[in-house]
């Protein structure tokens, strides 16, 4: 259940009744031939399949987050980490006020591990607020699959691709890195 599909008077009901929350976090960045909203798809799935199981409420996703080393594959938009740990702390904040007190953050991207940091300090000057932080691709069961299959974890591989990021034909070749000019410096 998304908040997008409800009214204030649905929440206010929904809240009589429950005070968990997801809150999805991702990225808009290049991921090869991968969706530049990978990072938000991802998560997003894991959050509607746990909504359905629980009845738990979905927030709109974040879409954004902390990407500056990818600036130069166009479509990369990233924030500042100042302006992702505000946002989160404003969103987490107002989802407080509101009467959400337990509420999981979804993270579907490495770089906005800096606003765990500040969220715990958030979490521990409001009383009765709960806050979890899951990275989905440090899960066990992602771990598992690696080595039944000794296949590394990595970014846009094999642990990105579903048929819902895919959005261009994949590769049969190894991946070569594109050169991409970083400042004054090729990489």
Not at 15 to 41: F, M, N, P
Not at 102 to 111: D, S, T
Not at 134 to 151: F, I, K, P
């Amino acid at each position: 259940m998304r908040i997008e599909d409800l009214n204030w008077m649905d929440v206010e009901a929904y809240l009589k009744q429950e005070d968990r929350l997801i809150l999805v976090l991702g990225a808009t960045e290049q991921h090869g031939y991968l969706s530049l909203l990978t990072d938000i798809r991802i998560p997003m799935a894991l959050a509607d399949a746990a909504s359905q199981a629980s009845g738990v409420l979905i927030a709109p996703p974040l879409s954004f987050g902390c990407s500056n080393y990818f600036l130069a594959y166009p479509g990369t938009l990233s924030l500042r980490v100042s302006t992702l740990i505000s946002v989160m702390e404003d969103i987490v904040r107002s989802a407080y006020q509101g009467g959400f007190r337990r509420i999981l953050l979804l993270n579907g991207h490495g770089g906005n591990s800096p606003a765990r940091t500040q969220l715990t300090e958030v979490a521990n000057n409001l009383p009765d607020l709960q806050l979890r932080w899951y990275d989905w691709w440090l899960s066990h069961s992602v771990e598992a699959v690696g080595q039944r299959y000794n296949l590394k974890p990595a970014h846009a591989n094999w642990l990105e691709a579903f048929p819902f990021t895919i959005v261009s034909e994949l590769p049969k070749d190894a991946k070569i890195p594109p050169k991409v000019q970083i400042g004054r410096a090729h990489v």
